[in-house]
């Protein structure tokens, strides 16, 4: 392949590797310590186990390209360089956890979604055989954390709180809205769509459904500069 495909392709693995590996430590290390009872418990574990497994796939596709990601496995989450993310372990109550699953993770999913016909097709079949599946179902347990609160008024105030804490920065997940490497992969064919794009179509699908709940999309909706600096 192309060297600079080749390039381009393995630091998009990376950064999604990496990004699985924290993603089960966020489960473990933060939602685990901040949920109410046994069953949200083991509910976190399970996020957590899902979250390895899409790590061990990633990597196998790394390591037919030559790349050994082990050393990650060893790396604290301060550690990691390619996948930081201060928010999450920010979340403090409950209700941010459930903000952060259900709005947080379909952030990600938006760019997850954009591997599925990525023209490097090993990485593409591992999102199509598990990986989208599993991401769905991380938003549904935030979605119905947030379901269950906003049935009283006093659980929507709290699930309002966390997401005006919460909701610039997940803007921001979607990164710059001119960035120099996605339009790389767009012309690779590693992704189709721009931040800018991605971001929006978060917009479209997610502010109905909040709105549905009672709850109130603070503004900007749309996003800025100032947020999509990252």
């Not at 001119?178 to 012309?187: D, F, N, V």
């Not at 917009?203 to 459904?209: A, D, I, W, Y």
């Not at 503004?219 to 600096?229: F, T």
């Amino acid at each position: 392949m192309p060297l600079e495909y080749r390039e381009l392709a393995i630091h998009l693995m990376k950064v999604h590797t990496e990004g699985e590996l924290t993603g089960a430590d966020d489960y473990t290390q933060v939602f685990y310590n901040i949920a109410p009872n046994a069953y949200e418990k083991l509910v976190c574990c399970e996020r957590a186990a899902e979250e390895i497994e899409h790590y061990q796939l990633s990597a196998k596709v790394l390591s037919d390209l030559g790349v050994d990601t082990s050393y990650m496995l060893a790396q604290n989450y301060l550690q990691r360089p390619l996948y930081a993310n201060e928010l999450v372990r920010g979340v403090k109550t409950w209700m941010e956890r459930g903000i952060f699953s259900f709005l947080g993770e379909a952030v990600v999913l938006e760019h997850l979604q954009e591997f599925v016909d990525s023209s490097y097709a090993p990485f593409a079949e591992i999102f199509t055989r598990q990986i989208i599946s599993d991401e769905h179902t991380h938003i549904a347990h935030g979605y119905r954390i947030i379901h269950e609160a906003c049935q009283t008024e006093s659980g929507r105030a709290e699930v309002q709180q966390a997401l005006d804490r919460f909701w610039p920065h997940l803007l921001k997940l979607f990164g710059r809205a001119e960035s120099p490497r996605t339009l790389q992969y767009i012309k690779w064919g590693l992704r189709k769509t721009s931040n800018d794009e991605l971001r929006q179509k978060f917009l479209n699908k997610t502010v109905p459904r909040l709105q549905v709940l009672g709850l109130k999309v603070p503004e900007p909706v749309r996003g800025d500069a100032a947020l999509v600096e990252v």
